[in-house]
């Protein structure tokens, strides 16, 4: 396993649709192994490939409740309900915050490191996750939601009424 540099906002990488991925071999796995070390490293809720540069639909979502990642390649949400709006920032974008609406409850189907298709279902953070980790795939970054950065005091107001 070895850490991967995270590309930031700017890099081609990240206005890009992934392709999808069709060889379950030993570089995918080496690629969701490095892609859980630097999510780790980086302490984040999701990681998707193209944040490392790799155009490939696959992304990590840190699971709020077993807090182990959930692998998920070629994912799509099949079904979603209830609204959340909450702060969210992206590794892409060091230090930078906005406000986002996103589904309370998300369903999405995607295949493990092997090919074998499955489901997940969640609520709350890692619901946001899922969307914000699969919109990368398509080339979105979460700023199209929102107004405006949040600025130091603002962030600092919003994480003390969050209390």
Known sequence: MALRKIVEQGDE????????VVKFDRRLHDLLDDM?????????AGLAAPQVGILRRVCLVLDEESEEYLELVNPEIIAQSGEQTGLEGCLS??????????????????????????EAEA?????????????????HLFVEHIDHF?????????LEDEE
């Not at 609406?101 to 369903?107: A, E």
């Not at 609520?123 to 080339?139: P, S, W, Y």
């Not at 949040?150 to 919003?158: F, G």
């Open 13 to 20: 990488c990240l206005t890009k649709v992934c392709r999808p």
């Open 36 to 44: 859980a070390e630097t999510l780790a490293d980086a302490n984040g």
């Open 93 to 118: 974008l060091p230090g930078k915050w906005g406000i986002v609406t996103r589904p309370n409850r998300v369903r999405v189907r995607a295949q493990d490191r092997d090919g074998d298709w499955f």
């Open 123 to 139: 609520e709350g953070l890692t619901a946001r996750a899922f969307c914000h980790e699969i919109e990368h795939l398509d080339g």
């Open 150 to 158: 949040l600025t130091e005091e603002e962030l600092k107001d919003y």
